[in-house]
């Protein structure tokens, strides 16, 4: 019998999960809407509604799965990478729980995390597969041969493919964060209206930085010829530039699978949530034959649930850490 107390607080998500013998039994998620406000993460506020959120959330987890704290196997935690003082209150939150109630400490890579959400609920794919990482702060192409054996074969030399969205999202003057938004206008846009350019990059990296500025002198252009511009077609060029950035993500995709005869293909992190890129995945099932594997969206932006299911992993490895364990803003597999 295993119960796993998880914590996660890289971002502006507190998210609490419990996982009883692999199965997620809560997974509370405590946005933090304070941000809307700047168009992006303040990592300072993060910190403090982390604060003010984190003891609520334990409360309302363990409440929801029924769980007494005295009943609790080991306590897991987001280690990095994300933001220092947001992994802060999280690191030093399970830290206390763990020493007060003498339980083992759980230490989880966020990103192998977004990975391992696909073995929270069935079909659950087999090692090895290739796994497409997007999120705010990554875009990576992982070869997942174990639970804890990961490699990364290819990723963004610069942007992600969220900022990506999310500055986009910005030209428009849409509020951050902008990728749900573009995702929602893009249903009723048309994805060839507006054509972009495909960075040419060598291998399997990824590049979003040039991307995002022609879109800048894209609509820059435009609104000169028309102000008017954005309000008259803000469907089309959702549309459009979505299209282009699934196009980007699923080139170079098709490409590792190549490179490594692997035909179990997975998505994770915030940008699998995006509608358009599931789309396209799926079509790619009858084209080429891939076994697809989508996390639920819950599973997909930021939550505790996939670091839980990571902490049991490791807890069913006996891989512990101890109290002198410290956050790590940037943290490799
Ligand atoms: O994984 P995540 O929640 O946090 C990080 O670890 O970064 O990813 C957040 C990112 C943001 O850039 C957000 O705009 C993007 O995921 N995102 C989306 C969608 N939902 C979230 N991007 C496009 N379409 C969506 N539906
Ligand atoms: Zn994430």
Same mark, same amino acid.
């Given at each position: ?14 998210? *609490? ?17 304070? #941000? ?13 509604? #982390? ?39 999280? *690191? ?17 890579? #966020? ?130 530039? $979505? #299209? ?19 035909? $179990? ?69």
């Amino acid at each position: 019998m295993s119960v796993i107390l998880a914590i996660e607080s890289s971002c502006d998500e507190t998210s *609490v999960a419990v996982c009883i013998n692999g199965k997620i039994t809560a997974n509370v998620i405590a946005n933090q809407t304070i #941000h809307e406000n700047y168009g992006g993460v303040i990592p300072e506020l993060a910190s403090r509604v #982390h604060q003010q959120n984190i003891v609520p959330a334990v409360q309302q987890a363990l409440a929801i799965a029924k769980v007494n704290k005295n009943e609790l196997s080991g306590v897991a935690f987001t280690r990095g990478p994300g933001l220092l003082g947001a992994l802060l209150v999280g *690191v030093s939150f399970a830290k206390s729980f763990a020493l007060a109630l003498d339980l083992p400490l759980i230490a989880v890579n #966020h990103m192998q995390a977004h990975i391992l959400a696909h073995f929270i609920d069935e079909p659950k794919p087999n090692f090895p597969f290739l796994c497409l990482t997007v999120s705010g702060g990554h875009t990576q192409i992982v070869l997942v041969k174990d639970y804890f054996d990961m490699e990364i074969v290819g990723e963004t030399l610069d942007d992600a493919a969220g900022e990506a969205f999310d500055k986009t999202a910005k030209i428009l003057s849409l509020p951050y964060p902008g990728g749900p938004l573009i995702d929602k206008y893009a249903k009723e846009g048309n994805p060839l209206a507006f054509k972009f350019p495909e960075p040419q990059i060598q291998g399997l990296n990824y590049s979003f930085s040039g991307f995002k500025t022609a879109i800048l002198y894209f609509i820059r252009d435009r609104q000169k010829e028309n102000p008017l511009f954005i309000e008259e077609n803000l469907a089309d060029i959702c549309a459009s530039v $979505q #299209h282009s950035i699934v196009n980007i993500l699923l080139n170079k995709l098709k490409k590792a699978a190549k490179q490594y005869q692997i035909k $179990q293909i997975a998505i994770a992190g915030g940008v699998s949530a995006n509608s358009g890129l599931r789309n396209a995945l799926l079509e790619q099932k009858e084209a080429l034959g891939w076994d697809i594997f989508i996390p639920a969206f819950e599973y997909c932006t930021d939550n505790a649930g996939m670091i839980a299911i990571a902490g049991y992993h490791k807890f069913l490895a006996g891989d512990f850490i101890g109290q002198e364990v410290s956050p790590m803003a940037r943290m490799n597999f």
